[in-house]
């Protein structure tokens, strides 16, 4: 019997007394984990999970929480977890959608989400931040033996939803194939071994922390210091123990803001990884400046996985996201036909491989206009490619502004009020004109005291054509960020919509 993710990612070490998670309450082997895997699985099973059912989560990060999710795929379930952010009403929306068999959430918010749960048939659970509630308290007396159910490689085995910049939020389905393809995939180009100890700070209802990381040190044999969350301190109280680390881009500027944080605190880290959001090409160089080795950046998205890279070994250039992986077929296409632009020009990243999701579940009209005939996924991210093959994402399509006509991208605009002195970052967005149909504006936060908007406006005078000029340049104390560190343009324009009007 083969289930294709469990036997991949969690079988290999599973009998191993090595320590897996280093955690603030203490250290779980491989073989602690397991018993604790086969003990939920057991739960699940005796609560009406059956192969192919859906497994919806949302709870605070902790050890039980990531064994929760071994134990789904071992039972043969799909597993689905939930930003801890959602309230109760926008739970209603995923738990309608999904139809799970099984719900786990805290206690807090059990009781909102009860008539939900019932109405479907679906068996509630409570796991709260400290580890108590039903699911634990029905695992603690459930047998440490559990036979792993068969899944084959096209079966599901998550499914994400995806933050959804306009519209309905869409279920991302991942199939086996897809996350044990990217996991091998990531392992041999990162170099990951059982050497590794990675500084796990990211939260797990997130592709780039579920499976990027933990999937990845899980079948590597390798360790993780297992954090409930980012802070500065507890990263450099952390990192002598660490090889490695994966992150966010505010998780890099903000360990910049340290003074701690210095050459020494970093010499003997192999890796520092960032994704998820753009990292600023300004802070890759104070990064190298400051520890003397470069921040590996990639690109991928939940619906593709990790997708192109900066390489392990040879050149990795602030700014770019790097090559495709191997196994991945990227094409930077017109958005309107998709075929291949010039190189050099900018056009829609589209592609396809063993890493690209299966659809948008019971959204087959999303799902078929977001593919093309010959099975090229559209990813909506904007991009170009140099001769060498390096690819630099300009922005979201949806983010871009056409102004009279025109086509404008943030990402140029973007990086050149960042280099103006006493800026610390800016987002460029279109709002709705009269004349032009959208307005390009520029909102900025300063690095230190007050800024001369009229000069950042004369300094881009000379530089850039006059459509792609901010008709408004605004000042902000902070850019609007979702968990991942991703700046919500969608926001900015809402809060900005009346400014021509
Ligand atoms: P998510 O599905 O939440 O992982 O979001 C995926 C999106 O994040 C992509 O479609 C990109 O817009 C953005 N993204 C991920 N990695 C990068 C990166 N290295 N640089 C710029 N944008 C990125």
Redesign the pocket.
Known sequence: MTNILYDGVFAPHAASDKVFLFTPNGDVSFAVFTQMTNRLANCLVENGMQSGDRVAVQAEKSVTQLALYAATIKAGGVYLPLNTGYTPHELDYFVGDAKPAIVVAADSVSAAIAPLTESIGASLLTLNADETGSLTQQADTASPDFVTVARGSEDLGAILY??GTTGRSKGAKLCHRNLLSNAEVLAESWQFSGDDVLLHMLPIY???GLFVASNLLCMVGGSMIFLPKFSAADALAWMPQATSMMGVPTFYTRLLDAPEFTREAAIHMRLFI??????LAETHVQFEERTGKMIL???????TNMSISNPYEGARIAGT?GKPLPGVEIRIADAETGAPVAPGEIGIIEQRGDNVFLGYWEMPEKTSESFRNDGFFI???MAQQNADGYIT?VG?DKDLIISGGLNVYPKEIEGLIDEYHGVLESAVIGVPHRDFGEAVVAVIVSSDGPLDTDAIRASLAGRIAKFKQPKAVILADALPRNT?G?VQKAELRKTHADLFA
């Open positions: 995806t933050s997130h592709t780039h960032s994704g998820s959001a753009p990292l950046e990639r690109y991928g998205m939940t619906e996201v990813t909506g991210d994402i979201r991942m991703k």
